[in-house]
């Protein structure tokens, strides 16, 4: 029987031990949306997977589906970050947000882009300033993509931003208030 090979880019949104060398890796792709798979033998020194498979990679992944997970075949090096204490914190916050409100086997184009360019803007930042803005726009744009937030005309300017470039939202012309204040209200909505 033959298996259908997924080439697909992949943002590494969190992992898991299982067994003595194997680890379930939740991925978020654009086709296949957020998938749980397993790369077997992960945990090994010898191990090729072991340096694509890392929270907030982004890699070029081979999936094939298996029963209960996806196996991971291959994966080739995305690109890479180097994440300063306080951008990885902040990266693992946005990681786990969309673990908590995205479904298995959920496609979500915008999701995947947004959690894409967020670990690219925040890979080499340092100035807290800027990494409490890309978290900002991040979430907002996250929560907006899963229809948690709507299109309002005091957002309206935030929500296809792109995270590259900004590092302060006054300069934006729109309160930091009035967005943490959406998010919060947002997040109420979601329950979690």
Known sequence: ???????????????????????????????LGRVRAIARGVRKEESKLRFHT?????SRLALVRGKEYWRITGAERGTTFSFSPDSQVCAYRILSLIRKLVGVDN????LFGICKESMCALGGTEDTSRIDTIEILAVLQILHSLGYIGDSSALRGLLSLSLMGQSE????????STVISAINEALKETGI
């Open 54 to 58: 890392q929270p907030g990679m982004v």
């Open 169 to 176: 939202l006054p300069k934006l012309g729109i309160k930091r």
């Open 107 to 110: 496609p979500t184009e915008a």
């Open 1 to 31: 029987m033959a298996y259908h090979i997924y080439d697909t880019e992949a943002v590494v949104l969190g992992a898991y031990e299982s067994g003595e060398s194997n680890r379930i890796i939740d991925v978020l792709t654009e086709e």
